[in-house]
């Protein structure tokens, strides 16, 4: 056989079974990524839990039972707008802005920390006056397990 054709053959056969090899160690590291990526969740909605249980549950029912508390029950929360509880007394202020606010990851870290800042007249008193506001870490936490609160898809 001639030189090039040698060469040819052994090119032909090496580059499908190191494209094979690549793609195979990328979809492995995705998935390890992925994995890991799920696993780090699940330690933060463990500990946001804990936090909720704490800092919210006294006035929010955080169950699927959604019972009406001296807050609305916040089972389907993440997504929602303000005010959808049905049977629940919202003040006029936190109503007005049911076209304007959409409850996600910034507009949950505002509120927890200044209700009045983000909803000027509401009437969620939290943080407890005298108390302080939450660590960044514990707020990532919460929303995560707040995330969580929903039906089955
Ligand atoms: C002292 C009682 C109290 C505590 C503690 C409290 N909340 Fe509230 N929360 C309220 C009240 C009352 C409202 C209704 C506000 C309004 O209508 O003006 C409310 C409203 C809300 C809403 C808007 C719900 C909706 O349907 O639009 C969210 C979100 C929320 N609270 C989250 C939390 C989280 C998270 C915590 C814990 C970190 C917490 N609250 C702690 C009393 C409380």
Redesign the pocket.
Known sequence: MKKFTMFALAAAIAIPVFSVDVVAEEKAMTEEKAMADAKAIKKMVKRGKK??IK??F???DITENKQIK???P?WG?YG??????EG????E???SKADSIV?DDAT?DA??QD?KAL?P??????P?PGLPV?KEKHRKN?IEF?KTLKDPE
Request: charged share 5%; hydrophobic share 45%; net charge positive.
């Open positions: 936090v909720a800092q919210c006294a006035c929010h001296v807050g609305p916040l929360i929602s707008k303000p005010g959808q509880v629940y007394q919202y003040s202020a936190h109503l409850w949950l509120y927890v209700p909803i007249g509401n009437k969620m008193v939290y407890m939450m919460l707040l």
